[in-house]
């Protein structure tokens, strides 16, 4: 079983940063693959950025790129969304995810959520304008 605890949401205004964390608990974690999906109020969850620990790809939403980047601490087992330029469109609930390492590691298998095995609670990021 996996865990995965969200934290670093809050209030914020437009041009500011955030950092968010997804500790992660559980066996054979350096294995899994990760990624960070929102859902903003009326709207579908959509991917924002993904992570594969072994070969440390990184895979991003063409709506982010460049402005927010993925990371991981193997030794802490957290992986990290910093978000730079925020603009009240990233207004959202924002979902760690993580996915058994199945079939090549692809974006367009890294952005569905059906890759994913294990999901946290989320943390509220609202950016004001």
């Known amino acids: 079983q996996v865990q995965l605890v969200e934290s670093g949401g809050g209030l914020v205004q437009a041009g500011d940063s955030l950092r968010l964390s997804c500790a992660a608990s559980?066996?054979?974690?350096?294995?899994?693959?990760m990624g960070w999906f929102r859902q903003a109020p009326g709207k579908e969850r959509e991917f924002v950025a993904a992570f594969n620990w072994s070969g440390r790809n990184t895979y991003y939403a063409d709506s982010v790129k460049g402005r927010f980047t993925i990371s991981g601490d193997n030794t802490k087992v957290t992986v990290y969304l910093q978000m730079s330029s925020l603009k009240p469109e990233d207004t959202a609930v924002y979902f760690c995810?993580?996915?058994?390492?199945?079939?090549?590691?692809?974006?367009?298998?890294?952005?569905?959520?059906?890759?994913?095995?294990?999901w946290g609670q989320g943390t509220q990021v609202t950016v004001s304008s």
């Open positions: 559980g066996r054979a974690l350096s294995t899994y693959r």
């Open positions: 995810a993580a996915s058994l390492p199945r079939g090549i590691p692809t974006i367009a298998r890294f952005s569905q959520e059906l890759h994913y095995d294990y």
